[in-house]
């Protein structure tokens, strides 16, 4: 059988089916996985692993007859593509399963900053409703101007969703697309017209902190950022600062730069709602993103093909 290296962790299903066709070596069972392929990584031919861990550098290098690397999770940052592609390894990922759930979970956080949903449930919890009388008016989320950075197979389901609210949807991206949207080739231009800024653009390089004090500033104290792409796309420390200081008014944050460990200053905040990286994290699309990360490997080991490759990987 081929053999297959595992980084992260697998459901039962994944692995029963992954069983019948690979031996499987689990990095989480190793005391270092580094030694481990230092001294076996030739006979290693395929990768299974996600979008958080990624594979390091040193890990590729140490297999040098990888052939397909392929990731639970449609981010792949963690995951070298030109290095990749210069060895010949094809790295899959598992787009379009999970643009609805991650954009159900951008709304989520939208309508709850705009409702002030934890606000009011510790005011009920409290027992202040019946104390106090009725809690504070909140803002309505109908008719608002939307911002999409990144305006992908998810930003487009995003649109998508928030269409009944009658909401403007407006966009920034690398490129203009042929849609109806009005497009700004400057993204702190869009943010100052802009009620909501939603950000699910890639992570990576050039996007690493897109989302700066500017953005932040043109956004203003009436403004909503949403993050619900990675964590290095926001400078999370200008962030909190507007935060701090009300030059930013509202944050829904499912990433961070540095998680799972959140900020002190950040979590003390009550204008923002925080969530563990849970966009795509339900039963049912978790199961079809491990069924796709899966069939990807199976397709591979068959005949040399894959169903869903990164960009950078399309043409192999």
């Not at 053999?3 to 190793?30: N, P, Q, V, Y």
């Not at 392929?37 to 990768?47: C, P, Q, R, S």
């Not at 290098?61 to 940052?77: E, R, T």
């Not at 499912?254 to 204008?271: G, I, Q, T």
Request: proline fraction near 4%; glycine fraction near 8%.
């Amino acid at each position: 059988m081929a053999e297959l290296f595992l980084i992260g962790s697998a459901t039962d299903i994944m692995l029963e089916r992954l069983g019948e066709k690979f031996t499987i070596h689990r990095a989480k069972d190793m005391d270092d996985p580094q030694t481990w392929l230092d001294e076996h990584g030739a006979k290693i031919t395929y990768v299974g692993t996600n979008g958080h861990d990624g594979v390091k550098p040193a890990f590729m290098a140490a297999m040098p007859n990888l052939k397909a690397i392929s990731c639970y999770g449609v981010g792949y940052d963690a995951i070298d593509t030109d290095a990749a592609r210069a060895k010949g390894v094809v790295v899959t990922h598992t787009p379009n399963v999970l643009n609805a759930e991650v954009a159900t979970t951008a709304v989520l956080l939208m309508l709850s900053c705009y409702r002030e949903v934890l606000r009011d449930d510790a005011y009920v919890r409290a027992g202040r409703w019946e104390a106090e009388g009725n809690a504070p008016l909140t803002r309505s989320a109908d008719g608002q101007t939307v911002g999409i950075l990144g305006l992908g197979r998810i930003g487009q389901a995003i649109a998508d969703k928030l269409a009944p609210f009658g909401t403007s949807i407006v966009y920034h991206s690398r490129s203009k697309k042929d849609v109806d949207y009005k497009y700004y080739d400057n993204l702190t231009a869009m943010a100052r017209d802009v009620d909501t800024l939603i950000c699910i653009t890639p992570g990576g390089a050039s996007t690493n902190k897109i989302v700066n004090r500017e953005v932040m500033d043109a956004l203003g104290p009436q403004g909503t950022l949403i993050n619900v792409s990675r964590g290095s796309v926001v400078d999370e420390a200008a962030m909190i600062s507007a935060l701090q200081d009300g030059r930013l008014g509202w944050a829904g944050l499912d990433v961070f730069e540095a998680e799972p460990k959140v900020p002190e200053a950040l979590r003390a905040l009550s204008n923002v709602v925080l969530l563990p990286h849970v966009g795509s994290a339900t039963h049912e699309t978790r199961a079809a993103m491990g069924a796709l990360t899966v069939d990807n490997l199976l397709q591979h080991l068959e005949n040399g093909t894959v169903i869903s490759p990164v960009p950078e990987c399309a043409d192999m």
